[in-house]
């Protein structure tokens, strides 16, 4: 089964700043009851989740996406420790950015786009990271880690103030939690039921609701939004058929969504894909390689950048790695794959004093162990 995510990473502008929208649909545990339900799209490939995965184990989350976020091959379990995230890129690029997601806002998946940590287990690291990155938007279950509310920003708890926000909202940003902030407290996120909630909203009215939000408050600047249907994932793990069959419908209508609302832009990109295959009822990971669906005026410029479009075709889709999937977009550029610039390392001075400090105490350690045994021989 595909771990569900669905990214979708949008750069869209009204005037001088670049235009995209991708969706990454991820998790479905039969891709084609995902297939049926969307548009063909006007380019199809093919990506290997897990063609640098450490020791050549089956692929993990935050490992793969870190790939697909910065291009880079980084260590199993790190989140973007390597390379430059791509939020950051879109942002430095002047776009605003967003998240949504139906589970943990912290979850890997998505967190991988904007924060970095050493350890997908350090949700408060991540948590700080999202904070410190300045999303326009970020909404999803409810975290106790993103800390109180923010001053700068609007915080709808339900299907009806997500709706009354986007249309009133006169601050700058828009974070929405949703759920039962009360077991958040004590588990530190609750995410999205697995079969909806008629009193929340779904992946579909979020994603609606940030790309409106972002164009009517941000209208001379460029869009990059990420939604990650993660709540597909558990489904399959747990064997929930039923649940699946929501998880499935909410994905579609989303990827729908963000067609509809960038339609009307010719520099528009929409991208659907997944980040690893899981098995159904189980805990195994595949290292199939999951579909990439490209929409948009620019797709086959987008994908030309990775792979070579001739004599291809949908039935014989092109393949690549996850760490070319950031070259689909052109605020990409390859850089080196350093530690991330958020995530806490040593200074190379600090570094080498504390070498030289342990240096001299084993030093000092030997020398008193000589005297020592000298000193027994007297």
């Known amino acids: 089964m595909l771990r569900s995510l669905l990214l979708l990473c949008a750069v869209a502008s009204i005037s001088t700043a670049p235009a995209h929208v991708v969706v990454i649909a991820d998790g479905s545990p039969d891709w084609a009851a995902l297939l049926t339900a969307l548009p063909a799209p006007d380019v199809a490939l093919m990506m290997r989740p897990c063609a640098g995965c450490a020791g050549g184990l089956t692929p993990e989350s935050a490992e793969v996406a870190s790939a697909m976020s910065t291009g880079c091959t980084g260590a199993r379990r790190a989140v973007s420790a390597m390379g430059t995230p791509l939020g950051t890129r879109a942002a430095k690029a002047g776009a605003a950015t967003g998240l949504v997601t139906n589970a943990c806002p912290t979850d890997p998946t ?25 999303l326009a938007v970020m909404l999803g279950g409810a975290s106790r880690l993103l800390g109180s509310p923010e001053p700068d920003a609007c915080h709808p708890r ?7 926000s986007v249309r009133s909202c006169d601050q700058g940003r828009l974070v929405g939690s949703f759920g039962n902030m009360r077991s958040a407290l004590a588990e530190e996120c609750q995410p999205l ?21 972002m164009r009517a408050s941000t209208p001379d600047r460029g869009v990059f939004l990420v939604v990650g249907n993660d709540r597909m994932d558990h489904a399959a793990h747990a064997g929930d058929e039923v649940a699946l069959v929501y998880q499935y419908a909410d994905t579609a209508a989303a990827v729908k969504v963000a067609i509809s609302a960038l339609a009307h832009r010719n520099d528009s990109l929409v991208v659907v894909t997944g980040d690893h295959a899981t098995v159904f009822n189980g805990t195994a990971h595949s290292a199939a390689a999951v579909p990439v669906l490209v929409y948009g005026s620019g797709a086959r410029e987008a994908a030309s950048r990775i792979v070579e479009l001739n004599g291809s075709s949908a039935f014989s889709p092109p393949v690549f790695d996850a760490t070319d999937f ?10 080196s794959c350093e530690h991330g610039d958020s995530v806490p390392r040593l200074d190379l001075v600090a570094a080498f004093a504390l070498a030289g400090t342990c240096a001299l105490a084993l030093v000092a350690f030997l020398v008193s162990c000589v005297l020592a045994r000298r000193a027994k021989k007297e």
């Open 326 to 335: 950031p070259k689909l977009f052109p605020f990409f550029v390859s850089g």
């Open 110 to 134: 998505v967190a991988a786009f904007f924060a970095s940590s050493h350890d997908r287990y350090d949700a408060a690291l991540l948590a700080g990271g999202l904070r410190d990155s300045a």
């Open 158 to 164: 339900t299907r009806r103030e997500l709706a009354a």
């Open 193 to 213: 039921p697995l079969g909806g909630d008629q009193a929340l909203p779904n992946l579909a009215d979020m994603t609606a609701s940030a790309l409106a939000f």
